[in-house]
């Protein structure tokens, strides 16, 4: 009995020490940058010839670039040495274009440029390490970017100049304010005027189910007709539902609503430690399928709509195949908003993910029985750090301007956490082994096939998305055999989804491959179809109606009298839980 206690005590020592340490490097495992730093560095010292051309580049570039500087002194239209890449806004205003502050930009961007020679095509590094590396040499060059100091950027220094030094006095009050709540973790007191239930997931509705995992909001109707089939929404469980019910101006259930569809909303409980042993099976079932089941009480004999928003549209496809293996045909359609089924190609947040770094969130996910919120946001910051970190700071701080709060950015700051044994299994499943795309994901004891589902699919991906780039979503035209209507749509992984119709400067591009046609690759499909101006949402309403039985009078809410009387009003409890 002793010696066979043994390894079970000294694993839990290794898991308490990367449980602590977990909280100082914000989830991130030493070991695993560590590992790829290692990897770049030995390679390099084996590569004389790529050292070599790199010191030759760094010279010949540093000999043009102090030409270049001496004539800008003298010449203010000078074209630039570098021109920074399309995505780069840092350097745009003509505040730039000036000497000395043009010289600065530059030069910079020659950093940049080198950092971005000397990390990338080392003969011998792994892929996912020269990822890591790259990625690394990025954020530091974020962070000592001109843009951030207050000596080398004038557009604060004029704004000092302008306000006789005032915005540095706010700055410096929005740093303390800022400093405090991060001390009482409060958010910021200007998302008080956002608030859920008063001007936040306000579309009216019921609760008409609740288990311990979700709680099912049917919607009222509106229209005096809606169409046969309803739509259930299956949000991530990252994230509160109500990213698809914001202000009514930009709700996606109410435009569904209004445009006379039944709509059906899963709001997921928020994780404490009591939930720590919720696995992946448990949100299909417990999830998708008792909310499929509610539905089709509810409104009998019809079909629904199954829409799913990022996890929850891998956890919907997850359902539909495993529904589809029992030829279970509940589903008439299948909408998927920037949703990754195959993991192969999943873009940077795969820097975070290797056998390493699962395994030490496992132990910090092991010692407090869930992913905290902290954790995952540090990620996503790190991907967006330009959007998300410096260039707050530079508003914020040196600009002095009021922080920036609409209701997006306060649903943003409202996450929730993940059950320790379901994140594991996703994390593992299929971000590091993608078994869903290899047809090695259980459910019930069996495997699972995408291809099985042979319901109309609908696929909407974003040009800007760092969680979800589009041309992994675009690999479902690969998984399916069936009718894929395929949208890429500008914006970012939430922006470009909540694209209402009449939201200036968005534009989609749209194109249906059916199940016989070949496949064509993702960029040539991006040449193939034409930008049109406005809100994709309007051609997905169509496509649901175009799939749709006719119009009939709308459903009650809930049975009155059977499983799935209403409980309470919407948006329900497990929305409010912190």
Not at 109 to 138: C, D, N
Not at 415 to 443: C, G, I, S
């Amino acid at each position: 009995m002793t010696r066979m206690s043994v390894p079970n005590v000294k694993n839990s020592i290794d898991r308490a020490i990367h449980a602590v340490e977990g909280r100082m490097t914000n989830g991130l495992s030493p070991a695993s940058i560590m590992v790829a730093y290692f990897d770049w560095l030995v390679h390099m010292a084996h590569s004389p010839g790529k050292v070599s051309e790199m010191s030759e580049n760094f010279a010949r570039k540093t000999v043009d670039f102090n030409i270049w500087a001496a004539r800008a002194t003298m010449d203010p239209d000078l074209p630039d040495f570098i021109q920074p890449l399309p995505e780069d806004r840092r350097f745009r205003s003509e505040e730039w274009k000036k000497f000395p502050f043009n010289v600065i930009a530059q030069g910079f961007l020659l950093k940049e440029q080198w950092w971005h020679y000397a990390t990338m095509g080392i003969p011998g590094v792994s892929k996912h390490h020269e990822s890591m590396v790259h990625f690394g040499a990025r954020q530091w060059l974020d962070i000592i970017s001109p843009t951030n100091f207050f000596a080398t950027n004038p557009h604060v220094l004029k704004t000092t100049v302008e306000q006789s030094g005032q915005n540095l006095v706010k700055g410096a009050e929005n740093f303390w304010n800022e400093v405090m709540r991060n001390i009482v973790d409060q958010h910021n007191a200007a998302d008080s005027e956002y608030s859920v239930g008063k001007n936040l997931a306000v579309t009216k509705g019921k609760v008409v189910y609740r288990n311990r995992l979700v709680e099912l909001i049917q919607y009222e109707p509106t229209t005096k007709k809606v169409d046969a089939e309803p739509v259930l929404i299956v949000p991530a469980w990252i994230m509160k539902y109500y990213i698809l019910d914001l202000s009514q101006y930009n709700s996606l259930v109410k435009y569904l609503v209004d445009k006379g569809h039944t709509v059906f909303m899963i709001s997921w409980h928020n994780p404490t430690a009591q939930d720590r042993d919720l696995d992946m099976e448990d949100y299909v079932i417990q999830g998708v399928m008792e909310s499929l089941k509610a539905v089709t009480t509810i409104v009998p004999d019809q079909k629904v709509h199954g829409v799913g928003y990022c996890l929850g549209g891998t956890l919907l496809t997850i359902a539909a195949a495993a529904m589809a293996r029992n030829e279970d045909d509940r589903f008439k359609t299948i909408t998927l908003f920037t949703t990754q089924t195959d993991f192969s190609e999943a873009g940077e947040l795969m820097l975070f993910i290797d056998e390493s770094q699962i395994s030490y969130m496992e132990d910090m996910m092991w010692d407090q029985g869930y992913l905290d919120t902290k954790q995952m946001s540090g990620a996503f910051q790190l991907l967006r750090s330009f959007d998300l970190v410096w260039s707050k700071m530079v508003s914020e701080y040196l600009l002095g301007e009021q922080p920036r709060v609409n209701d997006l950015m306060s649903w943003n700051a409202d996450a929730t956490r993940m059950p320790y044994k379901m994140h594991t299994q996703y994390l593992r499943r299929l971000f590091l082994d993608n078994d869903l795309a290899a047809r090695r994901f259980e459910v019930g004891g069996k495997p699972i096939s995408v291809s099985d589902i042979r319901t109309p699919m609908f696929a909407v991906a974003t040009g800007k998305d760092h969680v979800a780039p589009w041309k992994s979503v675009y690999k479902i035209h690969q998984l399916v055999d069936t009718d894929v209507t395929f949208v890429l749509t500008n914006g970012g992984h939430n922006a470009g989804i909540v694209n209402e119709p009449g939201h200036p400067r968005r534009h989609y591009q749209i194109g249906t491959k059916l199940d016989n046609d070949k496949f064509v690759p993702p960029a040539e499909w991006a040449e193939r179809h034409p930008v049109i101006d406005g809100s994709w949402w309007e051609p997905w309403e169509a496509w649901l109606t175009e799939h749709s039985s006719g119009k009939v009078t709308p459903p009650q809410v809930g049975t009155k009298g059977g499983d799935y009387d209403p409980i309470c009003d919407a948006p329900g409890t497990y929305v409010f839980e912190d």
